[in-house]
C-alpha cells in the first residue's frame, strides 16, 4: 500500500534503521511506530524495518509518495550594503507541490514585483533602502525570507575649492563607521586624517596645502570602493592699481 501525506505521516511499523538528517523531526512510537513531521518531498521513497527474533528475520517495505508539500525556501541574497547608482538584484529562490507564488513587500508595502528575483536599477537611498521580504506561498501553506538593503549616498565634493590664503577649508566626505572605512589622500598618496563627520578640515591653507586631494570610501562587507577628487587651489591677491603711488 501506498502511503499519500500532506504533511504527518504515522507509520504503523517496528524498527527502522534510518539516519535522519539534523533538519528532520521524526519521532518512534513505544509501538513501533514512526512519525515524520514536517513531510518535503525528500522524504519520499521507500520506508523498511525490519523484525529479528533469535530464529529468523522478517521485514516489509512501504512506500511513501509526497503528493503535497508546503513552500520552503530554498537560496535567498544575504543582507547588503551598495553606493547609490548600484544596479542588483535580490533573489528568493523555493520549492514545493504545488509550485509556489512568490511576492515581494519593501518596508511592509506589497510591491509589484512578483517571482524569485527583484530588480534593483540605479539604487538611491530614499527609495530602495530598507528591509524586503519575499512570501512563497501555495495551497498548502506559506513561509518567508527577509533581506535588508541599505544604500550609501555619498556627499557632493566639487571638482575645485578656491579659497583665501590664510582661510580653512572643509572637503566633505563619509564618515568611518563599523561597516565603512573612509580615507582621505593627497597627491599620489599620503595620508590625510579626517574629522568625526568624514570630512578633511584644512586650516589656514597655504601654498603648501594647495594641490589634489581624494576620498576612497569602502563597503566593508563587500569590498565596493568609490573614489571622490577635488583640488584646492588659492585665490591671488588683487592688486589695486589705483591705490599704487
Not at 2 to 14: D, F, K, M, N, S
Not at 200 to 226: A, D, F, H, K, P
Amino acid at each position: 500500500e501506498i502511503a499519500e501525506v500532506t504533511g504527518v505521516q504515522t507509520c504503523a511499523l517496528p524498527i527502522f534503521a534510518i539516519s535522519p538528517s539534523g533538519e528532520d523531526r521524526i519521532d518512534y512510537g513505544m509501538d513501533g511506530s514512526l512519525t515524520l513531521y514536517g513531510v518535503q518531498k525528500r522524504h519520499q521513497g521507500k520506508y523498511r524495518c525490519t523484525v529479528s527474533t533469535v530464529s529468523d528475520t522478517a521485514h516489509a517495505e512501504v512506500p511513501l509518495r509526497v503528493i503535497v508539500n508546503a513552500p520552503v525556501i530554498t537560496r535567498h541574497s544575504p543582507d547588503i550594503r551598495v553606493f547609490g547608482g548600484t544596479s542588483l538584484q535580490l533573489e528568493c529562490a523555493s520549492t514545493g507541490i504545488p509550485e509556489p507564488e512568490v511576492r515581494w513587500t519593501l518596508n511592509q508595502t506589497v510591491t509589484l514585483v512578483t517571482g524569485e528575483l527583484y530588480p534593483i536599477k540605479s539604487a538611491i537611498a530614499g527609495v530602495d533602502s530598507g528591509h524586503y521580504q519575499c512570501t512563497a506561498s501555495n495551497s498548502v501553506g506559506r513561509t518567508d525570507q527577509s533581506i535588508s538593503v541599505e544604500v550609501v549616498t555619498l556627499p557632493t565634493l566639487q571638482p575645485e575649492y578656491r579659497v583665501k590664503k590664510g582661510s580653512t577649508v572643509t572637503l566633505p566626505c563619509l564618515a568611518s563607521s563599523p561597516d565603512v572605512r573612509t580615507v582621505w589622500s593627497r597627491g599620489e598618496g599620503e595620508e590625510q586624517g579626517g574629522s568625526s563627520n568624514g570630512g578633511l578640515v584644512l586650516g589656514g591653507v597655504g601654498e603648501e596645502g594647495e594641490g589634489e586631494y581624494s576620498c576612497t570610501v569602502t563597503i566593508l562587507s563587500t569590498g565596493q570602493t568609490r573614489t571622490l577628487h577635488t583640488t584646492v587651489r588659492i585665490i591671488p591677491d588683487i592688486v589695486d592699481r589705483k591705490s599704487v603711488v
